[in-house]
């Protein structure tokens, strides 16, 4: 069974078409980057697979759960973090997490024992009694996938997490969430980086709201730098040397 299973999935804004016959699977288990130019359709997506937006056209499904018929099972086995943050500053790092678990129906020991384990597989633990306001960006972006994955989802999504952040937690980031992608867990990162990306992940080409290319990104690469090919591709010089 696919992780992440897309069929056909179109999807519009008035007359401009942001995502057009989308189609593929994503094997459980492993880090799968959505790659593409800025305005490619990538938060479109997105949307979709969280259920910010609905579409009548195409079928999503979510570890075996059809995102549209059975939404709640669906969504309860992803974690999701967004592009933009959505922390509370003003509180410590442990009670955003307690709050969020609660989201989840979990609380007592067995949300500690969650928020625990979620802080330690990003290096965060001993920031647990500290504001989030007192963290540089790349600590709150660890704390934001830990509460991602407080309720042991089995996909992961990630909206340009490295948005904004500096070259070394940009790369400390990417590691980490490799790392839990070695660990079991199903990732789906949108980037419009390409060295976010290892010669090992799998790696969905989108453009102008259409998959261009869906494999390893070795295969992808063809012993050229993948970066030459997917401006060959896109054409995105322009988007690669302009800030998300």
Do not use: C
């Amino acid at each position: 069974m696919s992780a992440l299973d897309i069929a056909h999935v179109s999807y519009s804004y008035g007359e401009r078409r942001a995502l057009d016959d989308v189609s593929f699977a994503l094997a459980p288990g492993r880090f799968s980057a959505l790659l593409g130019p800025n305005g490619a359709g990538k938060s479109t997506l997105f949307s979709l697979l969280t259920r910010l937006t609905v579409t009548g056209q195409g079928r999503i499904r979510i570890a075996g759960h059809d995102i549209a018929t059975n939404p709640r099972a669906a969504l309860s086995k992803i974690g999701v973090v967004f592009q933009q943050p959505t922390l509370d500053l003003d509180m410590t790092v442990s009670r955003n997490m307690t709050y969020f678990a609660a989201l989840h129906g979990l609380s007592g020991r067995q949300a500690q024992a969650r928020i625990d384990a979620a802080l330690e597989r990003l290096d965060m633990r001993e920031r647990a009694r500290e504001k989030v306001r007192a963290l540089n960006g790349g600590h709150r972006r660890r704390m934001e996938i830990a509460r991602a994955l407080v309720h042991n989802p089995e996909v992961l999504l990630l909206d340009e997490p490295t948005v904004g952040l500096d070259t070394a937690s940009r790369r400390a980031i990417t590691d980490h969430v490799h790392e839990l992608a070695g660990g079991g867990l199903t990732v789906f990162w949108a980037t419009h980086l390409v060295d976010e990306i290892a010669p090992q992940d799998d790696v969905v080409i989108l453009h102008r709201g259409r998959v261009l290319a869906h494999d390893r990104a070795e295969t992808i690469a063809a012993g050229k730098p993948l970066t030459d090919v997917f401006m060959a591709m896109t054409g995105a010089e322009a988007e690669e040397k302009t800030p998300a």
